[in-house]
């Protein structure tokens, strides 16, 4: 039986910029959400999927942020494990760059 994930909701704790980043997020290298502008404190109801998790362990999600000034800012992965599933709502943390962000996503079997 096989997994899928659905992304609900992402939450600015503290921005990688001064002021609002231009952040997205991807999943296994494919945008699920953004690029947006994102301050402290945002919530932003992404609610994306569901998408089927594969069988080779690569099920990557990332979060980013864009910058004129530098390379793109990569505030963190996180790897989506089917091992959660049908344990409601998962949390994912990002905290690259001296930034904080969290995910909230689940984890179902395929007849979801």
Not at 23 to 36: C, E, L, N, S
Not at 68 to 80: A, Y
């Amino acid at each position: 039986m096989g997994h899928q994930v659905k992304f609900y909701q992402l939450r600015c704790i503290e921005t990688e910029d001064s002021g609002e980043d231009e952040t997205w997020v991807d999943f296994r290298g494919g945008r699920v959400w953004g690029r947006g502008d994102v301050s402290k404190g945002d919530v932003i109801n992404v609610n994306n999927g569901p998408f089927t998790l594969s069988n080779s362990g690569a099920d990557v999600v990332s979060v980013w942020e864009h910058d004129t000034l530098d390379p793109n800012d990569h505030l963190g992965d996180f790897h989506i494990s089917p091992a959660v599933s049908g344990r409601g709502e998962q949390v994912a943390v990002f905290r690259g760059d001296d930034a904080h962000y969290t995910l909230t996503y689940e984890v179902r079997p395929d007849n979801w």
